[in-house]
Antibody, heavy 118, light 113 residues
Framework: EVQLVESGGGLVQPGGSLRLSCAAS????????MGWVRQAPGKGLEWVAN????????YYVDSVKGRFTISRDNAKNSLYLQMNSLRAEDMALYYC???????????WGQGTLVTVSS | DVVLTQSPLSLPVTLGQPASISCRSS???????????LDWFQQRPGQSPRRIIY???NRDSGVPDRFSGSGSDTDFTLKISRVEAEDVGVYYC??????????FGQGTRLEIK
């Protein structure tokens, strides 16, 4: 059974940093692209970033470029999102997702909440 | 960027009645490999999104056959033949043809009348 478990969310001040993690199990992690999608309170879904199977390619939504870094450790079956210079508009529930052919997000975690507030 | 426009944004439906959600794209979603990467997700209250339809019309495992997807080019539709109480939630379309960025529709909230 595919499982994705996010962690690392919490309360951070504007301008602060946070590192999200996603522990994957139930599939061959190194065979899939992975990504992060976020959902602000009461709002819709917004794609944040994707990373290739071997970590050699990374893509970001414009609003986080230069501030967020997606990475992975295939030996640990783990996906990460380093978030720096956090802003109020980054406050959201962050979901980790497995990506199949055609950028389709076929499995999602339960999400980890990031709150940006002073 | 590809803009996906869903309608309606709110959909009150009587139990047992059909429901239909439209997703219109600002660009044709056929990829160079001939596939159209348009998916539908269901998000029940308090839950994570769950993919229910991929590549326009393919139902995911475990998804009831009352759900169906159709469409081509820029116009796509998710249909529920007979709405049940467990179908309440928000439905999103998503395109993975022209990315980055991957884009989602605004979401359609289905409720029971």
């Amino acid at each position: 059974e595919v499982q994705l478990v996010e962690s690392g969310g919490g309360l951070v001040q504007p301008g602060g940093s946070l590192r999200l993690s996603c522990a994957a199990s139930g599939f061959t992690f190194s065979s899939y692209w992975m990504g992060w999608v976020r959902q602000a309170p009461g709002k819709g879904l917004e794609w944040v970033a994707n990373i290739k199977k071997d970590g050699s390619e990374k893509y970001y939504v414009d609003s986080v470029k230069g501030r967020f870094t997606i990475s992975r450790d295939n030996a640990k079956n783990s996906l990460y999102l380093q978030m720096n210079s956090l802003r109020a508009e980054d406050m959201a529930l962050y979901y980790c997702a497995r990506i199949d052919n055609g950028a389709t997000h076929d499995y999602w975690g339960q999400g980890t909440l990031v709150t940006v507030s002073s | 960027d590809v803009v996906l426009t869903q309608s309606p944004l709110s959909l009150p439906v009587t139990l047992g009645q059909p429901a239909s959600i439209s997703c219109r794209s600002s660009q044709r979603l056929v990829y160079s490999d001939g596939n159209t990467y348009l998916d539908w997700f269901q998000q029940r209250p308090g839950q994570s999104p769950r993919r229910i339809i991929y590549r326009v019309s393919n139902r995911d495992s475990g998804v009831p056959d009352r759900f169906s997807g159709s469409g081509s080019d820029t116009d796509f539709t998710l249909k529920i033949s007979r709405v049940e109480a467990e179908d309440v939630g928000v439905y999103y379309c998503m395109q993975g043809t022209h990315w980055p960025p991957i884009t989602f529709g605004q979401g359609t909230r289905l409720e029971i009348k």
